[in-house]
């Protein structure tokens, strides 16, 4: 629990055979003190940023993340955030992963996050419970089947790449040559391992900015899509639309505990992620 437990809230709980899915919303100065978690967990933050300390030291949480058996950390929000915390059932891991349980963290892809919002927006809207139940299970099952890969550590820093320059993405010709490969590899292996090329990948990095913009600010929307790379509110609405079934209106219409931040603050405290 924080340390103010009146800058959290618990807004929603939800067991499943699958998982136990906690929704909260914490405000800007919730502070966890260090936690050990006794299930492999998924976690996922829409707004923030939230830092993590551990035995590796200090870092900004990503906002999908697959945490071991036996994580122990503490936690700090420096923004007002949204975080499901999904506590995967241990028989049921087991089986999925054919006895071989990720034993370290690891951050999971942007493709992943159509399936985390799908979980999101029925929690909020009280879907009826075998709804609920069935976007669950595609958003752990999909986890687990990424995290069984073992993506090389070159994904990842691709991965890590688009998230943190999301805004002026890097051309693959200047990703190769940092990372002394060809253009060709590294397109290759990033698509085979995430499924889609990595323009795509950025897409859904700046999508997933524009849902936490509509969920934790005030702001036009046609501002949230110019300040998110799209080329006008249409662009955004029909993405949107695509990925999330919902017109930008209809999120921000779902978003509880929302209350209005400047969008400055919450691109500065985004640098800091």
Not at 24 to 42: E, F, K, M, T, V
Not at 76 to 101: D, M, S, T
Not at 244 to 270: D, G
Request: glycine share 6%; hydrophobic share 45%.
């Amino acid at each position: 629990m924080p340390r103010d437990a009146g800058l959290a809230s618990l807004l929603h709980l939800v067991e499943t055979d699958v998982a136990i899915l906690r929704h909260a919303h914490y405000q800007p100065g919730a502070s966890i003190s260090s936690h050990r978690h006794d299930r492999a967990s998924l976690v996922y933050g829409v707004g923030g940023p939230c830092f993590e300390r551990n035995a590796l030291g200090p870092l900004a949480r990503r906002r999908l993340t697959f945490l071991p058996d036996g994580h122990e950390h503490a936690l700090e929000h420096r923004g007002a955030a949204h975080v499901l915390a999904i506590e995967i059932a241990p028989k049921w891991l087991l089986q999925a992963c054919g006895g071989h349980i990720p034993d370290q963290i690891l951050p999971l892809p942007a493709t992943l996050y159509d399936l985390v919002w799908d979980v999101m927006l029925n929690v909020v809207g009280r879907a009826p419970p075998a709804a609920l139940n069935a976007s669950l299970l595609a958003l752990v099952q999909a986890a687990v089947d990424f995290a069984r890969k073992s993506p090389s550590p070159l994904v990842i820093a691709l991965m890590e790449e688009l998230h943190v320059h999301w805004k002026d993405v890097p051309s693959v010709a200047r990703l190769a040559q940092k990372y002394s490969l060809s253009a060709q590899y590294i397109c290759r292996v990033f698509k085979r391992t995430t499924g889609i090329a990595m323009q795509q990948y950025g897409l859904l990095v700046r999508l997933d900015h524009a849902r936490a913009l509509l969920w934790g600010s005030d702001l036009p929307i046609a501002d949230v899509a110019a300040e998110t790379g799209f080329a006008d509110q249409s662009h955004l609405t029909r993405a949107l639309a695509e990925h999330s079934a919902r017109t930008p209106l209809r999120l921000r219409s779902a978003a509880p505990c929302r209350k209005s931040i400047h969008p400055a603050a919450y691109f500065a405290l985004a640098l800091e992620r």
